[in-house]
């Protein structure tokens, strides 16, 4: 829309359409563009600043049986839910480790206290919030977005269903509704456009492009080193050291009891439920890393401490199979990365998050502050052989 007399004829009936809600309209800027960035200028969401969407083939993780992490390959986002996320609290996002705190959901996304997105917000169904809701970036809902309060886009908002509720609604690039527009405020955006589905959901969660973490601990059954390092499947002991690695445990009990200690790049697999994960359970040496796949459930996890919480990427915890949960009650500081696409996962309290996030479900009571930290390094020596058997005094404490 070029001619400026068009414009303001566009912009007054778009505020005429209004006045009966008892809405204050703005449009600033000339009509054109003002999209900052937020979907780089293009109806298709393509360019920086785009509302996060999974790749149509995802990034190929290493074989089941690698002693390579996988982990670089399977967490896009600071949050990535392949259902529903909601809260009764408030969700902080940050940047960090050269990307934003995207946020992408593939269901509904309900926020209550107040949200805080230090990038982008995908969310594939729709978007319900009270307080506020803060997007640095870009904002995408497929369904409609209701709220309470105020709602604060700092580039473009499209929504693919109706818009509507009561507060102060700002957006500072382009906005693309599909729907109604039932705002009882102000809605004030910059321009606007026709709605553009976007192209994917925002995470990569269809059964047979996930990451199957049960079939890869079924798989290290017969594939670990075990045998090699002197180490059985099944122990006794207090503590357990573990140089670079795949080892696998079926004592799911004395695993849960025991200290692992790991002192290279290791990987650990258990077959079945885990009571607890946390800083008596785990110890990285410097410059160790922990892949530790469950087959089953993590019950609940206290105060968590993984080495240095500069290097969260040292640690990454995989959850799935047909009883797949995650349950943190009480965590004050978990440093690492959750990929659990079969699993829900809970949060009981006020608590923090280095690394980063993809369950199934995610729902918390507290507060959430999420710091992305994505796993960005892999060992050039991930594919060697696995390790000569130790000495004495390597073996089991």
């Known amino acids: 829309m070029t001619n400026p007399f068009a414009r303001g004829i566009f912009a007054l009936s778009a505020c005429l359409g209004l006045v009966s809600l008892g809405c204050s309209v703005s449009v600033t800027g000339d009509g054109v563009g003002g999209l900052g960035g937020g979907l780089g200028g293009s109806e298709s969401g393509s360019g920086e600043g785009a509302f996060p969407t999974a790749p149509e083939e995802p990034v190929r993780a290493p074989s089941y049986t690698s002693h390579c992490t996988p982990a670089p390959a399977l967490v896009p986002h600071a949050v990535c839910v392949c259902g529903d996320m909601s809260n009764a609290g408030s969700l902080t996002t940050y940047g960090g480790g050269g990307g934003r705190g995207n946020v992408g959901v593939n269901g509904r996304f309900s926020g209550a206290t107040g949200t805080k997105i230090d990038g982008s917000l995908h969310v594939?169904?729709?978007?319900?919030?009270?307080?506020?809701?803060?997007?640095?970036?870009?904002?995408?809902?497929?369904?409609?977005?209701?709220?309470?309060?105020?709602?604060?886009v700092g580039q473009s908002l499209r929504v693919g269903?109706?818009?509507?509720?009561?507060?102060?609604?700002?957006?500072?690039?382009?906005?693309?509704?599909?729907?109604?527009?039932?705002?009882?405020g102000s809605l004030r955006y910059a321009s606007e456009a026709v709605f553009v589905p976007a192209p994917a959901a925002p995470c990569t969660c269809a059964k047979d492009k996930i990451y199957d973490v049960a079939k890869a601990v079924d798989l290290a059954r017969a594939s670990n080193d075990n045998a090699a390092a002197g180490i059985p499947t099944s122990f006794e002991a207090r503590e357990l050291r573990l140089k670079s690695g795949r080892y696998f445990f079926t004592n799911v009990r004395s695993v849960g009891s025991s200290r692992i200690v790991a002192e290279g790049n290791v990987q650990v697999y258990v077959d079945g439920d885990l009571d607890a994960v946390g800083s008596s359970q785990i110890r990285l040496e410097a410059g160790a890393t922990l892949d530790l796949f469950v087959k089953g459930a993590i019950r609940s996890a206290g105060d968590v401490s993984y080495g240095d919480a500069s290097r969260p990427d040292a640690f990454r915890l995989y959850v799935?199979?047909?009883?797949?949960?995650?349950?943190?009650?009480?965590?004050?500081?978990?440093?690492?990365?959750?990929?659990?696409?079969?699993?829900?996962?809970?949060?009981?309290?006020?608590?923090?998050?280095?690394?980063?996030?993809?369950?199934?479900?995610?729902?918390?009571?507290g507060d959430l502050h999420v710091r992305y930290a994505p796993v960005t390094t892999q060992t050039a020596t991930c594919e060697e052989q696995p390790p000569p058997p130790p000495s004495c005094n390597d073996r089991l404490n």
Not at 139 to 147: A, C, K, P, V
Not at 163 to 181: K, N, P, T, Y
């Open 320 to 365: 799935g199979g047909p009883n797949a949960r995650i349950s943190f009650a009480g965590s004050r500081a978990f440093h690492g990365v959750v990929y659990a696409p079969e699993a829900s996962l809970s949060f009981a309290g006020d608590t923090e998050v280095t690394g980063a996030l993809l369950a199934k479900e995610i729902h918390y009571a």
């Open 161 to 184: 269903g109706d818009l509507s509720g009561a507060g102060d609604f700002d957006v500072r690039g382009e906005l693309q509704v599909a729907g109604r527009r039932s705002v009882a």
């Open 124 to 152: 594939a169904k729709g978007v319900s919030f009270a307080g506020s809701l803060d997007v640095v970036d870009s904002m995408y809902t497929g369904g409609r977005t209701s709220g309470s309060g105020s709602l604060d």
